[in-house]
C-alpha cells in the first residue's frame, strides 16, 4: 500500500489529506472510515486474496488521523461528501465501489445519491439512517459542554464503560484519532442531518447494488426488516456491535468481498 499526502482547498479552507491506496486491474474500492477511526481500519485488505487486483483508496477524514484541516469547525458531513469527491477525481476513479462506517457511511450516503452513476455498490456498514442511529453523536446534546477537550475526556469515559463489543478498544484510541474541536461539528451535522434529511429514504432509492452490515448487538435495529424489503442485502456479523473491524474482522472483510464480486458479476452480465 502506498502512503502519501494531498494538498487541496475546499471553500476556501485548506486541508492535507493523509492517503493510503493501491493500484490494480480491478474496480476501485473506496473506504470511508468512521468517527474516531481512521484510514488503517482497512489496512488489512492487502491480507484478503479475494481482494487481490482492486484497486484501493483509503484515507483520513479532516479532523482525523494524520490528515490536517486548518479549521475544525467547518468539518461536517457535506463537508466531507466534498472531499470524498475531491479525492476520488484526484485518483481517476470514474467508477468504484465505496465502503462506509458509521460517519463514513453516511458521508458515502450523501456521495452515493449526489452521483449514483459512479458507484458500482455500496457497502453500508452501520452508516446512519434512522434517529435511532445517534447513540454516538447525540451525546454533543445530552451531555453538551463547551469545552472541547473536556467533552472529549467526557465521551471516552462514557464509551469506555460501555457494554457493547469492543467499546473499551475504540475509546482507548479515540484521542489520537481525531481532534477535539473537530467533534462537534462532526456529530451536530451527524445529528441534524439524521433527523431532518430522510436518510433512509435516500438509502432505498438509491439505483444501485446495496449492503447494510451490523453487529448482531443491533439486530433490534427497527428499519433491518425494510431495508430487506426493498432487496438491500443484510450481513449480520457475530460476536459485533458497532465496529466490525475490532470485533470480527474475517467475517467483515468475507462478506464485503462476497458481496463486491457478486456485484460485478451482475455488472459484467449487464
Known amino acids: 500500500m502506498k502512503e502519501e499526502f494531498i494538498d487541496f482547498e475546499v471553500g476556501g479552507t485548506t486541508l492535507r489529506i493523509a492517503t493510503m491506496t493501491r493500484e490494480g486491474q480491478r474496480a476501485p474500492i473506496v473506504f470511508l472510515h468512521g468517527f474516531g477511526s481512521t484510514k488503517e481500519d482497512y489496512a ?6 479475494q481482494f487481490d487486483d482492486h484497486s484501493v483508496i483509503a484515507f483520513d477524514a479532516p479532523g482525523c488521523g494524520e490528515s490536517e484541516c486548518t479549521d475544525l469547525s467547518v468539518i461536517s458531513i457535506p463537508f466531507l461528501q466534498q472531499v470524498a469527491e475531491r479525492i ?3 485518483f481517476g476513479a470514474s467508477k468504484f465501489h465505496i465502503v462506509g462506517h458509521s460517519m463514513g ?35 454533543i446534546i445530552e451531555h453538551t459542554d463547551d469545552d472541547p477537550e473536556q467533552f472529549m475526556a467526557s465521551f471516552v469515559a462514557r464509551t469506555r464503560r460501555a457494554s457493547g463489543y469492543s467499546c473499551g478498544l475504540f475509546a482507548s484510541s479515540l484521542p489520537y484519532k481525531v481532534r477535539a474541536g473537530a467533534v462537534a461539528p462532526i456529530f451536530r451535522s451527524m ?11 435516500k438509502f432505498l432509492e438509491l439505483p444501485l447494488l446495496r449492503m447494510f452490515m451490523y453487529g448482531d448487538d443491533n439486530r433490534s435495529l427497527s428499519y433491518l426488516g425494510c431495508l430487506q424489503n426493498h432487496d438491500v442485502q443484510l450481513a449480520e456479523i457475530q460476536r ?3 465496529f466490525p473491524m475490532y470485533a470480527n474482522p474475517l467475517s467483515m472483510w468475507n462478506h464485503i468481498g462476497g458481496f463486491i464480486e457478486r456485484t460485478e458479476v451482475g455488472v459484467l452480465n449487464e
Open 44 to 49: 488489512d485488505i492487502a491480507r484478503y486474496p
Open 240 to 242: 459485533c456491535g458497532h
Open 191 to 201: 445529528v441534524k442531518l439524521t433527523d431532518h434529511g430522510e436518510l433512509l429514504d
Open 88 to 90: 476520488v477525481i484526484h
Open 105 to 139: 457511511g453516511l458521508t458515502a450516503l450523501l456521495l452515493a445519491h449526489s452521483k449514483p452513476s459512479t458507484v458500482l455498490s455500496f457497502t453500508n456498514i452501520e452508516g446512519n439512517l434512522h434517529p435511532e442511529d445517534c447513540f454516538l453523536s447525540r451525546q
